[in-house]
């Protein structure tokens, strides 16, 4: 066993220390199925802009499901209100459909609105931070 440089916890011999002499902590190995699994859903997943607010979940599954297998549609909520949000989101089962409904229904007519369909971007965790504002 090591000592620590302050002298006061014994440590494992592979552990190492950061800039201030603390121990780091072990890094988990990621596992790949979730990795792998996330990119997919990503790839899979679609954006659906301009929607109107009177469009439902069932509405939004039942014009997305002629291109493929739906795993499930979503229109976003205002917290607030309970109204529509005017965007959701539409998650098939493989790529295909995915690309298909790009093509077929970007630039269609839902509910007497020209909706734009593209693939969802992954949000990341930093998007709601402020970058060097006050």
């Known amino acids: 066993m090591l000592w620590r440089p302050d002298?006061?916890?014994p440590l494992?011999?592979?552990?190492?220390?950061?800039?201030?002499?603390?121990?780091?902590?072990p890094r988990l190995p990621r596992e790949a199925g979730n990795i792998n699994e996330k990119r997919n859903n990503m790839s899979t997943k679609?954006?659906?802009?301009?929607?109107?607010?009177?469009?439902?979940g069932d509405e939004l599954r039942d014009a997305f499901a002629a291109c493929g297998e739906v795993?499930?549609?979503?229109?976003?909520?205002n917290r607030?209100?309970?109204?529509?949000?005017?965007?959701?989101?539409?998650?098939?089962?493989?790529?295909d459909g995915a690309?298909?409904?790009?093509?077929?229904?970007?630039?269609?007519?839902?509910?007497g609105r020209s909706i734009r369909v593209d693939?969802?971007?992954?949000?990341?965790?930093?998007?709601?931070k402020s970058v060097g504002r006050w």
């Not at 607030?80 to 790529?95: A, C, K, L, M």
């Open 12 to 25: 494992a011999h592979d552990q190492s220390f950061d800039e201030r002499g603390d121990p780091r902590k």
């Open 99 to 111: 690309a298909r409904a790009i093509e077929t229904l970007d630039g269609s007519t839902l509910d």
């Open 46 to 56: 679609l954006f659906v802009g301009s929607l109107s607010w009177n469009t439902t």
């Open 119 to 128: 693939r969802a971007n992954d949000r990341g965790s930093d998007t709601r």
């Open 71 to 77: 795993v499930e549609a979503k229109v976003i909520m």
């Open 7 to 9: 002298g006061v916890e």
């Open 80 to 95: 607030d209100t309970g109204r529509s949000r005017g965007f959701g989101f539409v998650t098939y089962q493989n790529e």
